[in-house]
């Protein structure tokens, strides 16, 4: 039994007079106890959307639709009230974002921040938990602890709030840490040092670790499972090494193709994927990297690509896939499962203003810059 | 003209900058403004750049870099210093002068939606520098320059009546390349150009950069902070730490055989995105962040963090850039920390260092031989 089981999760924006957006459509994946999963994709693709249902973090409102199961421990997160949640969220499952300035409280002290989890679950008060506060922070490398409890986030730099962040977050060492885009807004040497102290926490405490980034070299260094996001859902799921060394989706593939490697000799060509990650069909009329895609065959528009589960372990969604050597393709599928898809909702990636005019051209702004 | 063939190597030098600084002043005060201080953004930088090639230009976020870029094509004036473009001085041209040179040098900035006008279509983003210097003399053969550079960055004909907020960020970034193209440049200052796109965007952008050096002979200084990126681009890269170069060699070289500390510890930081390759390369931690720029340390500007600063030297006398193997190297201990001969030393450090303490050097790892942590 797993740590965590997603199942099927969706999450719907419903708008009066707009299409239905699906930003997550029946992402399903598991993290066992220890393991450090990886969540990885471009903007858009409902990585975040993911976090933020399983914390049971997205803002209420009219139109929110969140279907599906979140397993954590036995118990399914989603169908919780919000006083249970509140008592599993920073005790056993505990979360890091990307901007450690937006989510810390510039008005309040670092020290009062963090006492405040110690003090909601652990009921540690006063000198005791000041005091286990300051061993939180000299935990996570920040020096001089005593005196940065005192300090507010703006005297801290980026990579120090960080930490702080971190040290909240392991504060009553929850089984469970996701990490959103941890290391985005930090420069390289900072980011190695967060990573490097995200990898002590969990091989220290069995903490397991949902690892959310668009960073494929992070990814690499970091992850023992990886799933693949485009347009909402996981089109592909292996073990780190069988994934970076044959990866089977296209859209997997492409990927790797585009990162420019420190390791690679001047001039090699990238070989990018054509078009912009707002071209994409609707789940229910094939698959959403479709338009993209080189592997392109009639199969792959009509329907939604089934899952395909293989011998070695690995899943991936694609009528196509990436041929492997020695292998007659489909020898190696043990099970598929057939995609199903909402009738008329689109995924968030493809939500325009207004109708392309053109073919190619897209009109909303800012979907594809990095979060 | 003579001083732009490069005697000894007999290269064609488009730009030299010598000893550039670009103080910014601190100023306090109501009444009066005092200047208590100044932020020393770039402090001493030497570079030349090679005609038809690629410099690229690396450091963390406030090491100068943006500056350098800007200090280059005279966008902020240089405290002091001297920037020689094609053998002309830009620093002392009068303003009517430099304004015909910008002609030349073009800039291509991070963010597309930011340094486009967003009230302005395609075709009057790129008209309006050519109407400023003048070139196609009507509508119609300007018209004609505006298509062939859209064919050449890759946009589509009817991309000239829409407005930027119509394009996605990658086709915005074409667009902020356009501009710079138009008018025939033969260095274009990048900064940044790839870092706020998509991965699979930025690599259509970078390829796009490459097919046009190649096919228009440009010059490039690309300023990023992603070393991968910087790498796969230029010929030339300079490592800036706190407002000055660090390092500088051919790129290869550079990945090969880094030589100054910080350029090891920047390399071994990068993710790789190949399992077996993480798994098997040593990290060197550098500790602690920049320290501020407005009261840079002493002495070499990265021995608070050097995993092999030694006693004497590093930290009360600056390193000057010096040869070494065809790389130039701003420290003092170079040859000794490539030999391995300072290693010994270096795991001692490892051993007394105090646990938890995020400021002193501190070191995890060292590679077992230079290069070798890849």
Redesign the interface.
Known sequence: MALLDVEDLSVTFARRGQRTVRAVDGVSFSVEAGEVVGLVG??GCGKSVTSLAIMGLLPKQPGLQVAGKAVFDGTDLLQLDDRSRRDIRGRDVAMIFQDPLSSLNPVVPIGLQVTEVLTRHRGMKGEAAAKEAAQLL??V???DPRRRLKEYPHQL????RQRALIAMAVACQPRLLIADEPTTAL???????I??LLKDLVRDSGTALVMIT????????MCDTINVLYGGRVVETAR??PL?RQPRHPYTV?????????????????????G???DLLPWPDGCAFAPRCDRRVDACVGEPPDLVLTHDGRSYRCVNPAPLPGLTPGAEARETRPGQATPGSVPAQAVPDDPPA?P????A??????P | MSERIDRLSGEDVLVEVRDLKVHFPIKRGVLFDRTVGHVKAVDGVDLRITRGQTYGLVGESGCGKSTLGRALLQLTPPTSGEVSFDGVELTTLAPNKLRTMRRRMQMIFQDPMSSLDPRQNVESILTEGLQAHGIGGDRNSRRKIISETLDQVGLPRWALSRYPHEFSGGQRQRIGIARALVLGPELIVADEPVSALDVSIQAQVVNLLDELQDNLGLTYLVIAHDLAVVRHISDTVGVMYLGALVEEAPSDRLYTEPLHPYTRALMSAVPVPDPDVEDRRERILIAGDLPSPANPPSGCRFHTRCPWAQPTRCADERPELRDIGGSRVACHWAEQIASGELRRHKVSVEITRPAGEGEDPSVVSAPTEPGSFV
């Open positions: 471009e903007s000299d935990r490398g920040i020096p730099s980026g990579g120090m420069d390289v040497t900072i980011q190695a040092q990573l490097e668009h960073d494929l070299g992070v990814v690499a260094g780190r090494r970076f492409g990927l790797l193709g585009s990162v420019p490697r420190l390791d690679a000799g001047r001039g090699e060509r990238l070989n990018p994927i054509p912009s990650v707002r053109a190619g051209l897209a009109a702004p800012s979907e594809e810059e990095t």
